[in-house]
């Protein structure tokens, strides 16, 4: 029978999700953890995997598309069966919002507890609500060869359906269902042979008018112009948007500015990049910058607080939140990474996580708990040549900091003229927590570790 794949609640919020991309094509093989597209979910692009083995039949849901969680997106048919086998599959209908996580049922009173797959995890029955038992021929097949009665397993493909990899590890053998070999990137079928004659554009000349009448401007094509034309925003974009006006109209904002000598912090990044060669490793200003930032908490607990309604919440861990932006084949849009525990941790320890999730978010996607739980905040625009701007708060952060580049400059220093680099950082502040004298001693604190890195190094 045909497998039909959905689009999964991949966050407890989650009720519709976007093919951002699509990894397989019409005719390729996959296996049970393949990945089969990217989807953006309101909180971020995430990947989709096929819990079971097969051929993709089809993809009714194209790239671009936003649907409801539940509804098909692709057909897989199974070993043995024929496209004929294969009927037109209805969209199934969405989850309910009170089964959007298992820890959500978990928690909920007077709830049973979800049953748990061969592999540990959670899954529902293999039994529809009509009684038929789900399972597929490949499946049934390992579980007659190795005398497994399948009906006390608890399947792991969709609606608790009992897959090849359920009966495989039901016998111990631990083998994969297939050799982990990544799914095609989903070529198109050749076109017609006139088709695949690739003319080259002709070029623009201009018209000869042979008449009196004058040529309007609508009348010449410009190559390379503008065009008119709307976008519907993706699910992000629409996340993005919304709580960017909730901060701004429930935080009450303001800024102070401070300009940085930060000739000692490249001095000491060249110094550190030049012992590091061929380690691997590369220390970004960024990198020296958050963990100057998180230093800086120890002597402005403020900074590093919440507010809680009636209360102001101080936070034990120093956990930084690095704004990254995503390409626009990804769907576009900006996230935040989580660096843990800054103020413990070492400047190439600091640097190898926020360039793995850098990567991450650009490729595959971050987590929930890769964009959760930041206490502060920074954004760097320096690489842009940016000089100074001002960054909206990320709730539930009380700051956020965004960093300007290091720009080479006549400066006074020791009372003399003389070139040097200076960096303007801009703090925005939650009026609520943090006072201005509070947020002018946090930046104070700041440029004691900028302007004198080596005391980040201990």
């Given amino acids: 029978m045909p497998i039909d794949i959905t689009m999964p609640r991949l966050s407890d919020t989650m009720e519709k999700g976007t093919i951002i991309k699509w990894h397989v094509a019409e005719g390729d093989e996959v296996s049970s953890g393949d990945v089969l597209a990217d989807v953006e979910t309101d909180k971020a692009t995430m990947e989709m995997q096929s819990f079971d083995d097969g051929t993709v039949h089809s993809l009714p849901v194209g790239e671009g598309q936003p649907v409801e969680v539940g509804t098909v997106v692709a057909v897989l048919l199974e070993e043995d069966e024929s496209p004929e086998d294969a009927t037109p599959s209805k969209p199934a209908e969405p989850a309910p919002a009170d089964a959007a996580t298992p820890a959500a049922k978990a928690a909920s009173p007077g709830t049973t507890p979800e049953p748990v797959s061969a592999d540990g995890s959670p899954s529902s029955s293999a039994r529809s609500s009509t009684g038929q038992f789900r399972i597929s021929p490949v499946a049934r097949r390992l579980a007659d060869d190795h005398g497994i009665d399948p009906t006390s397993l608890v399947g792991s493909g969709p609606s608790g359906r009992i897959v090849k990899r359920d009966?495989?590890?039901?016998?111990?053998?631990?083998?994969?269902?297939?050799?982990?070999?990544?799914?095609?990137?989903?070529?198109?079928?050749?076109?017609?042979?006139?088709?695949?004659?690739?003319?080259?554009?002709?070029?623009?000349?201009?018209?000869?008018?042979?008449?009196?009448?004058?040529?309007?401007?609508?009348?010449?094509?410009?190559?390379?112009?503008?065009?008119?034309?709307?976008?519907?925003?993706?699910?992000?974009?629409?996340?993005?948007?919304?709580?960017?006006?909730?901060?701004?109209?429930?935080?009450?904002?303001?800024?102070?500015?401070?300009?940085?000598?930060?000739?000692?912090?490249?001095?000491?990044?060249?110094?550190?990049?030049?012992?590091?060669?061929?380690?691997?490793?590369?220390?970004?200003?960024?990198?020296?910058?958050?963990?100057?930032?998180?230093?800086?908490?120890?002597a402005n607990p403020l900074m590093n607080a919440s507010w809680a309604g009636d209360a102001i919440e101080y936070h034990g861990d120093v956990n930084i939140g690095v704004a990254i932006s995503l390409p626009q084949e990804k769907g576009g849009g900006l996230v935040v990474a989580t660096i843990r525990n800054v103020d413990r941790k070492s400047i190439r320890i600091i640097s190898a996580e926020t360039r793995a999730l850098s990567e991450k978010a650009r490729s595959r996607g971050l987590t929930i708990d890769e964009m959760s739980e930041s206490t502060f905040t920074i954004s760097n625009l320096g690489m842009y040549g940016i000089t100074d701007f001002t960054a909206i708060i990320n709730p539930p952060n009380s700051a956020i900091l965004a960093v300007g580049a290091a720009l080479e400059k006549p400066v006074v220093r020791n009372g003399e003229l003389t070139v040097g680099r200076e960096m303007t950082v801009t703090l925005s502040n939650d009026h609520r927590v943090v006072d201005g004298a509070t947020a002018a001693q946090y930046l104070v604190s700041l440029r004691e570790f900028i302007e004198n890195p080596a005391q980040i190094l201990v």
Avoid: F, W
């Avoid at 017609?192 to 554009?201: D, K, R």
């Fill in 167 to 298: 009966i495989l590890a039901a016998i111990g053998t631990g083998e994969e269902t297939r050799s982990a070999v990544p799914p095609s990137a989903g070529t198109a079928p050749p076109a017609p042979a006139a088709q695949q004659i690739s003319q080259p554009p002709a070029p623009v000349v201009p018209a000869v008018s042979v008449s009196a009448t004058p040529v309007s401007s609508g009348q010449i094509t410009i190559p390379g112009a503008l065009q008119s034309h709307r976008e519907p925003l993706t699910g992000m974009r629409q996340t993005i948007a919304q709580r960017l006006v909730e901060s701004k109209q429930s935080i009450p904002h303001y800024q102070v500015s401070m300009t940085l000598d930060v000739d000692p912090l490249l001095s000491l990044r060249k110094s550190l990049n030049s012992q590091l060669a061929g380690t691997g490793s590369k220390i970004s200003v960024n990198d020296l910058i958050v963990r100057a930032c998180g230093l800086a908490m120890y």
